[in-house]
């Protein structure tokens, strides 16, 4: 194989077989090929996209770069969740233990953040001690256990995933419906599971910035799930606004935390059940989405979803004490807020700019080699459709990199429009 001839057949878009994308792929994950080629391949695959065919090829290849698990032997529905990417969502952080809760067995890998986008692992590394590197036998010895592990892509799972994800996040090549697919469909796979849902974002905030695009991703995520024998359900969600009161990271376990003590934030815990519901009726643990959410709103009520994700902190090495009342962590340095500058109802968030700006306050990379900054993040005090007058704090955002902080308040301004008309914020879709 020469590499660079396989890169002119995708920029001058032509279909790349099967073991074409396995030599390449592998050659990357051995170091044979280099980051730079794979950086050209990946800009090829985002200008031209790939075919039903060159997908479903992309993610065996992906999957085969490391190990399939296998819970056949667990006498539990063994399933996942997993969201196309936003500003602000932890649902997985509270859904996860939720679901391990109520009997279901989650082998959740997950990945960092990316692009504009939070990640579920950089948010669960601010725990202190708390280690997502699992091996493959400390990971399957883990969901056994406790129900529950949320692990990296690693050298035996995954490889060629936790490469090009970082890679992407890099290189602007993130936007890519059959980069997306290759991403999430591989991890999903190789987890071994049954069962999957799907949160497809939708809006500015989101990698697929309309509902053609969102159902078009969504189409192909079931397609794949379905062709690996998983049942596989979408829900379609808005990124139109950040998830939550907050967006960062360690402030994100704090609301994740507050969600699974029956705290958490409104939108947050409707995706969340939304989200829990079509995994309780694929597992046959409900029988209708009121009886799933009954369900799933007493296990936050008995503590026992909390209880399950005290145990998984402990299991990966974490210390549960960081959440025993009155203890402070990562508690930042430096904030700043933003006004209203006029009063009315807020029309529009630009979600974008504003995962731009927890990107450069330290929540997320610029560079592969940059380190993040736990205390970084964003609190907003209102959403779309809420009223506010001139002179209210819109926002709130806080580090402990004082020159990082001034760069972010560039992005953050202007990102709120505030007008007269009464506006409708749809969170979930058909
Ligand atoms: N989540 C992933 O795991 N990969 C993507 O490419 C996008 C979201």
């Known amino acids: ?48 996209s790939m075919d039903p065919d060159e997908i479903d090829s992309l993610v065996t290849v992906m999957l085969e770069s490391g190990e399939r698990m296998n819970f056949s032997q667990m006498d539990r529905y063994v399933a996942d969740k997993h969201s196309t990417g936003g500003v602000g969502d932890k649902v997985s952080i509270i859904l996860g233990p939720l679901l391990a809760a109520a009997g279901l067995a989650i082998p959740m890998i997950t990945g960092r953040s990316l692009g504009h986008t939070g990640g579920t692992l950089d948010k669960l590394e601010t725990i202190p001690g708390l280690k997502t590197n699992l091996d493959l036998s400390e990971f399957k010895r883990q969901v056994q256990d406790v129900g529950i592990a949320m692990i990296s892509q690693t050298d035996e799972i995954c490889p060629a995933d936790r490469m090009m994800y970082a890679l992407r996040d890099v290189t602007g090549t993130v936007e890519s419906i059959p980069l997306i697919c290759g991403s999430i469909m591989s991890k999903k796979i190789a987890e071994g599971i049954q069962g999957l849902v799907s949160d497809v974002k939708t809006g500015n905030g989101a990698f697929m910035k309309t509902k053609e695009r969102a159902r078009k991703l969504g189409a192909a995520l079931q397609r794949i799930g379905e062709s690996f024998q998983i049942t596989t359900d979408i829900v379609y969600s808005s990124m139109d606004q950040p998830l939550g009161r907050y967006a960062g990271l360690w402030c994100e376990i704090q609301e994740s935390v507050a969600g699974l003590h029956g705290k958490g934030p409104e939108d947050t815990m409707t995706i969340t059940y939304e989200l ?88 997320g990379r610029k560079k592969a080699s940059d380190l993040i900054d736990p205390t970084a993040g964003i609190e907003f005090y209102h959403k779309i459709g809420a009223e506010v007058s001139k002179g209210d704090t819109i926002i709130r955002y806080f580090n402990s990199h004082e020159s990082r902080l001034t760069a972010a308040s560039r992005l953050l301004m202007n990102t709120f429009k505030i007008g007269d008309e009464a506006v409708e914020h749809e969170l979930i879709f058909q």
Do not use: W
């Open 1 to 48: 194989m020469i590499p660079a001839e396989l890169i002119k057949k995708k920029r001058n878009n032509q279909k790349l077989e099967k073991d074409e994308l396995s030599e390449f792929i592998s050659g990357y994950v051995k170091g044979t090929v280099p980051e730079y080629q794979m950086a050209a391949m990946l800009m090829a695959i985002y200008f031209n």
């Open 276 to 363: 829990g519901s079509r995994l309780l009726m694929q597992a046959k643990l409900a029988k209708s989405r009121a009886a799933a959410v009954t369900l799933q709103k007493n296990l936050i009520q008995s503590g026992a979803a909390y209880e399950i994700f005290l145990e998984m902190v402990q299991a990966q090495g974490g210390d549960p004490k960081v959440f025993d009342k009155n203890q402070e962590h990562h508690k930042a340095r430096f904030e700043q807020i933003i006004l209203a500058s006029s009063s009315g109802i807020i029309q529009k968030m630009d979600t974008y700019r504003i995962g731009l700006a927890t990107v450069e306050l330290g929540c």
